[in-house]
């Protein structure tokens, strides 16, 4: 979503340059850079919060229809890959948090996220754990293409 707007906005992510401001340094020109940064860092522990709590209820459920064997195998990529996401997600909360604190403008993202988890004891296995994360999330996402079901007339 934030690409998106970023790029309404006018933002080129291939060559790290903009042609335009981009969304959140227009808000931070109204805003402060302190300010839009503690409002992005709620925003992702929200979404952070929401991916784990998906997985623990296992809310995930509710929509897919698979034989009780597959529905193991969703199970242990779901569960998997929404904590490893939102994990991420909590980083990048935590990251945008601290720049805010300073006053600084909030540029935190997936690559900021992986630094900083590079850089904690045990980095290179956390980053492994990551990843494998990253891949099961990715096999529940291609499950959910295979087996949700939506039910039109509640749609």
């Known amino acids: 979503m934030?690409?998106?707007?970023?790029?309404?906005?006018?933002?080129?992510?291939?060559?790290g340059n903009s042609s335009g401001d981009g969304f959140a340094r227009t808000a931070a020109s109204f805003i402060g850079a302190g300010p839009v940064s503690l409002i992005l860092s709620l925003i992702f522990a929200i979404v952070g919060g929401a991916h784990i709590w998906k997985a623990i209820s296992r809310k995930?459920?509710?929509?897919?229809?698979?034989?009780?064997?597959?529905?193991?195998?969703?199970?242990?990529?779901?569960?998997?890959?929404l904590c490893a996401r939102g994990l991420i997600f909590f980083i990048i909360a935590f990251l945008l948090l601290q720049h805010g604190l300073a006053g600084q403008e909030g540029r935190a993202g997936l690559a900021d996220a992986l630094d900083f988890i590079a850089g904690l004891p045990f980095g290179v296995w956390l980053l492994g754990a990551t990843g494998t994360g990253f891949f099961l999330f990715a096999v529940y996402s291609f499950a959910e293409a295979i087996w949700r079901r939506i039910n039109v007339e509640d749609a």
């Open 60 to 81: 995930y459920r509710d929509h897919i229809q698979a034989s009780p064997m597959v529905g193991w195998w969703i199970d242990l990529a779901a569960i998997g890959g």
């Open 2 to 15: 934030v690409y998106a707007f970023s790029l309404w906005w006018g933002v080129n992510f291939s060559s």
